[in-house]
């Protein structure tokens, strides 16, 4: 069973960054999808940034620019480096993971940007 542990959520004022992690584990496959949806209050969960073999990076438009999502060579983890945030980016941060596209689902960070 693919489990999922992500970190790095938390308060930070509007013009800040944070950094969030997810690491696999347990994954009997080769994963090759990797990434983060979240989910602000009374939203659907939307894509936010997704790497995939061959290190194929998709953002969702608002973020591009200010997000950088990067895979560790070694391991199954990715980090979502978020620079700049805006208090529109306050949401839960849900990780992803699979062989060929997100399958397997964290259980989500809180990440609070204020004005």
């Known amino acids: 069973q693919v489990q999922l542990t992500e970190s790095g959520g938390g308060l930070v004022q509007a013009g800040g960054s944070l950094q969030l992690a997810c690491a696999a584990s347990?994954?009997?496959?080769?994963?090759?999808?990797m990434g983060w949806y979240r989910q602000a209050p009374g939203q659907k969960r939307d894509l936010v940034a997704v790497w995939r073999s061959g290190d194929i990076k998709t953002y969702k438009d608002v973020v591009k620019g200010r997000f950088t999502i990067s895979r560790e060579i070694t391991g199954n983890r990715v980090t979502l480096e978020m620079n700049n945030l805006k208090p529109e980016d306050t949401a839960v941060y849900f990780c992803g993971a699979g062989q060929s596209g997100l399958e397997y689902w964290g259980k989500g960070t809180l990440v609070t940007v204020s004005s």
């Open positions: 347990g994954s009997p496959f080769p994963i090759n999808a």
